[in-house]
């Protein structure tokens, strides 16, 4: 399974990321690398807790593009 995340730079260092298909899924960490390993863990820790409890497991129908304006 795929799930878009959308990742946050925090203005005092590190990243944080959130997970829109998965309501309450974040996590963070210093470098790109480390916030995308959390997420992942975070993300397969919140499916385990929905099979566990026997909740419907969310497809992420999320498409994600970056637009661009004029400034």
């Known amino acids: 399974m795929e799930y878009s995340v ?7 260092g590190g990243y944080w990321v959130e997970v829109p298909a998965l309501p309450g899924c ?8 480390e916030t995308l390993a959390n ?3 975070a993300i397969e820790l919140y499916l385990e807790v929905l099979r566990e409890e026997s909740q ?10 970056k637009v661009s304006v004029a400034a």
């Open 6 to 12: 959308v990742i946050h730079k925090e203005e005092e």
């Open 26 to 33: 974040y996590s963070q960490g210093e470098t790109l690398e």
């Open 39 to 41: 997420a992942k863990e």
């Open 56 to 65: 419907v497991v969310p497809k992420d129908d999320e498409v994600v593009f």
